[in-house]
């Protein structure tokens, strides 16, 4: 395994590299169920914990079942890595050079949260809310 998950000093659980990654590699897909956008609404006003990706104004992945660490990349305003949504696909690329054992982060963009979830990034960069 090059991703494993394990308690996140950001918050709960988050995505740690088992191997160094190059700038700009490949660090993995995110797998999990098509649902329909509306679904996915549904589901996160039900849910205290997340792990659903829009593709488009239609259809969203849910990985809450999924089994890719991947799922648990936290929020940063200062990220490491980026997210790539092409062709149905979710995709983690490395924004630089990640160390083993450094959590993978990305910086989440427009969430249901609409700005007022505190951010916990700490970083120096931080927005302070996602």
Do not use: W
């Not at 690329?93 to 982060?105: D, F, P, Q, S």
């Amino acid at each position: 395994m090059t991703i494993i998950s394990a308690p996140s000093r950001i918050d709960g659980t988050g995505a740690f590299a088992q191997v160094a990654f190059r700038a700009r590699q490949k660090l993995g897909e995110l797998d999990g169920e098509l649902i329909t956008i509306r679904e996915a609404r549904e589901r996160a006003k039900r849910s205290a914990r997340l792990h659903l990706v829009e593709l488009d104004d239609r259809t969203a992945l849910d990985c809450s079942g999924g089994e890719s660490a991947l799922k648990y990349v936290n929020h940063s305003c200062d990220p490491n890595a980026f997210m790539r949504i092409a062709y149905g696909r979710v995709e983690f690329y490395a924004r630089r050079a990640i160390g083993v054992g450094e959590e993978l982060t990305a910086h989440y963009g427009e969430t249901h949260h609409e700005g007022t979830l505190a951010c916990r990034c700490g970083a120096l960069s931080c927005q302070l809310f996602i």
